[in-house]
């Protein structure tokens, strides 16, 4: 099961890039094909069903949050966090935000009011566990959208997803507590993750994922160098593992590379020029698998 929704395009875009490209007949088909013999049936759908799905059997393998399957107290193995979102490779934070104004700093100071806290929330389940432990009465409504909005007309604060907290910014709200911090999961049923074919598979699918991702932010260098400007490139070097170094022919010098991180990449490549390095390649990466 893939998951319908923001994070639908991001991840349509890494099965495609680990080689697992998703076809359908049009975009908002919810049945999908992986041309790939260990993946006999796709379905898209809203990542907070896909939890229960996944328990119940219906599915043998599922991408969603954590905080979804949290929220379901659903009975699923994971595989491993995915490390992507909607807009970057950072977790995402479920909170409880109060306008600006609020004195409250702490879930603790919510407890005690004349009534009951009013809650808006995508999440009333893991908002309910938060409350109750910290002994605030709380009035839970279950939100469809716009969360933010609610707050003051309709309830008081909300639990609600964020991976920037601009939107939260832009409502005048402010984060007092993180309920959980979620990233995306590769999620199995547990009778098909104990089944050995089933989990070989289900492996060899995060394995490929999960070199894409990797690859996303680093990228191979190749250079030529002198042997007496060798030490001083190589000690510039970063690299995951000690760079590859072969004697070029003909007492020409040597060729070096690795493999370094993207970011790092425009004051890298002038610096080893500098050092001595010619004929610098930068050359994108499709996997890294360890």
Request: aromatic share 4%.
């Amino acid at each position: 099961m893939l998951p319908k929704g923001s994070l639908e395009e991001s991840t349509l875009e890494l099965f495609a890039s680990a080689d697992l490209k998703v076809y359908r007949s049009s975009a908002v088909d919810y049945r999908a094909t992986i041309r790939d013999s260990r993946i006999t049936d796709v379905t898209i759908l809203r990542p907070q069903e896909i939890p229960l799905y996944v328990a119940q059997g219906l599915f043998d393998i599922g991408i969603t949050g954590r905080d979804w399957v949290e929220e379901c107290s659903a009975d699923v193995v994971s595989l491993g966090e995915l490390p992507y979102s909607k807009a970057s490779a950072d977790p995402v934070h479920i909170v409880l935000a109060v306008p600006d104004a609020s004195p409250c700093k702490s879930l603790e100071d919510l407890a005690g009011g004349d009534r009951p806290l009013r809650v808006a929330t995508e999440y009333p389940e893991l908002a309910r566990r938060a409350l109750e432990a910290a002994g605030v009465d709380a009035e839970i409504s279950l939100s469809y959208g716009a969360t933010e909005a609610k707050v003051p007309d309709i309830a008081d604060c909300v639990v609600e997803l964020t991976e920037t907290g601009r939107a939260l910014r832009a409502a005048g709200l402010r984060s007092i507590h993180v309920l959980l911090v979620s990233y995306t999961e590769l999620i199995a049923n547990p009778a098909s993750a104990a089944d050995p074919e089933k989990r070989r598979a289900m492996e060899q699918i995060y394995t490929l994922l999960m070199g894409t991702l990797e690859a996303r932010e680093k990228v191979l260098v190749k250079l030529n160098v002198s042997a007496e400007r060798r030490a001083a490139v190589l000690e510039r070097l970063p690299s995951l593992r000690s760079p590859t170094v072969a004697e070029l022919a003909g007492d020409g010098g040597f060729a070096i590379e690795t493999v370094v991180l993207k970011d790092e990449i425009n004051t890298l490549i002038p610096e080893l020029k500098e050092l001595g390095a010619s004929d610098i390649l930068e050359l994108a990466l499709a996997k890294i698998v360890h």
